[in-house]
């Protein structure tokens, strides 16, 4: 026999599904249009993408895979991206400038191999930042109120700098630099939530 707690809410568990049935029956124009009524209102963290060179961790040290899809860490967008921008330069080039992102390939280093792989998975770090103000929301298929703290997300794939750098040195550097303490300890007014950053490993 359930629990009273749940037996409770049967006929209010019963009238959500009878709108997530009514969901199923619309067509697909008519969920396109209450989706795009859903979505956030504010600006996204619009990136300019660049081509560059990165040395995985996990490789030999001559080895250099293209990746076409890395953040211009030069090209803030909006003033929400100010810190975004100062992380992503410290990810990307390492506070000693070996750098982990290579706008091209180097040309004083020989026995270099260059690879087009553009499906390898490099370590990546995402910076999650809150950019507004917890706002009252209403589901789209029940019409059941919540909140939410809008965010956004900008992520870089990055490799070792120096020939002997580990992910574990690359991730304690990335850590220990002012931009990375000022990004996460910066709490938008309004809310009570700080940024995030993720840092991912190879292959993962």
Not at 167 to 176: C, S, Y
Request: proline fraction near 3%.
């Amino acid at each position: 026999m359930g629990r009273y707690s749940d037996m409770s809410r049967g006929a209010e568990l019963a009238a959500d599904w009878e709108k997530v049935l009514a969901w199923q029956k619309k067509t697909r124009a008519e969920k396109q249009t209450l989706y795009k009524a859903n979505k956030k209102t504010q600006p996204r963290m619009l990136v300019k993408r660049v081509q560059g060179y990165i040395r995985p961790f996990n490789t030999a040290s001559g080895l250099l895979i293209i990746q076409k899809s890395i953040p211009d860490n030069t090209q803030p967008v909006t003033a929400v991206q100010a810190n975004v921008t100062e992380l992503l330069a410290i990810v990307q080039g390492g506070t000693d400038g070996a750098g982990r992102v290579l706008e091209s390939a180097p040309t004083s280093e020989t026995g270099l191999i260059t690879l087009n792989n553009t499906k390898y998975n490099f370590a990546k770090l995402c910076c999650v930042s809150v950019i507004g103000q917890v706002l009252e929301k209403e589901g789209r298929i029940t019409n059941n109120k919540y909140k939410k703290i809008i965010t956004d997300t900008v992520s870089t794939p990055f490799g070792r700098g120096k020939a002997s750098e580990t992910f574990a040195q690359a991730v304690a550097q990335i850590q220990g630099s002012a931009a990375y303490t000022t990004f996460i300890n910066k709490v938008i007014t309004g809310t009570t939530a700080s940024n995030k950053v993720l840092i991912v490993p190879e292959n993962e």
